[in-house]
């Protein structure tokens, strides 16, 4: 049994101090038991909020699932604000730094364990901290949504072209008819079709009933107003297409058109194949081919050392790029995406 697997017989011994199942709207913390010299029997907090008000779908919504991504932690707090009980028809659960340890250091993975949150599903009840919360949320959270939405941005390492939504290939008619229509409600530009990977939690979703989508909201370590109030938008749009939110806040529209894209993990990525400096040669949106060149890397403590030159593997659109010009081998420079085949 790998680290990020479990069984689910085992209680999970987060705590959560609010009751998720009253009506109301009411906001504290899952207590994550965290033993250690200066404190221990101590706990660590991870923000929750629940706004219910009686029958209906049950939404989670996630963001700081990776630390360094600020916009969804700052849609998430926002919403939290904004939304009152009347608004709503079910429930709507959101966390706004999902892996706390994460959020609060500003890094991609946990400082407690080096966990990525989005890497160790379905979580393990007594493994580390950052295990613990990916099987809380599977286990008790999305299994009683519906929907999940969970909130990334490019973080420090990568920068994604504008705002974008992910989520996984439907398995057949009926589910890409719900899958289309949910993603053109929230409506962000680019919405990335993929094959779901076991430990991340779009995967996670499925065996729960659930159906989870993510969003790509810029990056670089920074906030980008525009695409906060872009994610925003769509994000409420969407609550109000499934039903969940009602009145003022619901939009008349999403905010875009959504272009349905793939991602094919063979020919889509880009990696640097030497340690050194990443001199990109195209920009975010262009369009290229198999062959053309991607990046020079350049070796300046070997300044006789001509540059290497990086070659798209496969044709695309540039849609997310390295943000550090520092290179290892094996780090991400690009990433593509190409418009997405009907399905036969």
């Given at each position: 049994?790998?680290?990020?697997t479990?069984?689910t017989?085992?209680?999970?011994p987060?705590q959560?101090?609010i009751?998720?199942d009253a009506d ?9 038991p ?7 029997y101590?706990w660590l907090?991870i923000p929750i909020?629940?706004i219910?008000n009686?029958e ?8 700081g699932?990776h630390?360094d991504?600020y916009?969804?932690?700052?849609i998430?707090?926002?919403l ?9 028809k079910?429930?709507f659960i959101?966390m ?8 609060e ?5 946990s400082?407690?364990d ?5 890497r ?7 493994g580390t901290p950052s295990q613990?919360?990916?099987h809380?949320i ?9 929907y999940m939405?969970d ?6 390492s990568l920068?994604?072209d ?19 229509g949910l ?6 530009p680019r919405?990335?079709l ?7 939690v779009t ?7 659930a159906?989870?989508?993510l ?5 670089g ?12 938008h769509?994000l409420?749009?969407?609550?109000g ?13 999403p905010?875009?058109t959504?272009?349905?894209m ?6 889509h990525y ?9 001199e990109p040669?195209?920009g975010?949106?262009a369009?290229?081919r ?5 990046s020079l890397v ?13 070659y798209?593997p496969g044709?695309g659109?540039?849609?997310c ?18 418009e997405?085949?009907?399905?036969v």
């Amino acid at each position: 049994m790998s680290a990020a697997t479990t069984t689910t017989t085992t209680a999970n011994p987060i705590q959560c101090d609010i009751d998720l199942d009253a009506d109301g709207k009411h906001i504290g913390f899952l207590r994550l038991p965290h033993s250690v010299h200066r404190s221990a029997y101590g706990w660590l907090p991870i923000p929750i909020a629940s706004i219910r008000n009686g029958e209906g779908p049950v939404v989670l919504v996630s963001a700081g699932t990776h630390g360094d991504e600020y916009e969804g932690q700052i849609i998430v707090s926002r919403l939290i604000r904004e939304i009152d009980p009347a608004m709503v028809k079910g429930q709507f659960i959101l966390m706004p730094m999902a892996n706390a340890p994460a959020a609060e250091a500003g890094l991609r993975t946990s400082p407690l364990d080096d966990g990525n949150l989005n890497r160790l599903y379905p979580g393990n009840p007594q493994g580390t901290p950052s295990q613990v919360i990916a099987h809380y949320i599977e286990h008790t959270l999305l299994a009683r949504a519906q929907y999940m939405i969970d909130l990334h941005s490019g973080g420090t390492s990568l920068v994604y072209d504008g705002a974008n939504m992910m989520g996984l290939e439907p398995r057949d008619a009926e589910e890409e008819a719900r899958v289309t229509g949910l993603l053109k409600a929230f409506g962000l530009p680019r919405a990335f079709l993929y094959q779901p990977n076991p430990v991340n939690v779009t995967a996670a979703a499925r065996p729960q009933g659930a159906i989870c989508f993510l969003t790509e909201l810029g990056g670089g370590g920074g906030v980008d107003a525009a695409l906060v109030e872009q994610g925003r938008h769509g994000l409420l749009h969407l609550l109000g297409y499934i039903g969940l939110l009602h009145g003022a806040l619901v939009p008349a529209a999403p905010p875009a058109t959504a272009r349905l894209m793939q991602i094919d993990r063979k020919l889509h990525y880009v990696y640097a194949m030497d340690d050194g400096v990443h001199e990109p040669l195209v920009g975010l949106g262009a369009v290229v081919r198999k062959g053309d060149p991607a990046s020079l890397v350049h070796f300046p403590a070997h300044p006789k050392r001509e540059p290497e030159t990086v070659y798209f593997p496969g044709d695309g659109e540039v849609i997310c790029k390295r943000a550090i010009a520092m290179v290892k081998r094996g780090d991400c420079i690009f990433q593509l995406a190409s418009e997405r085949r009907a399905r036969v």
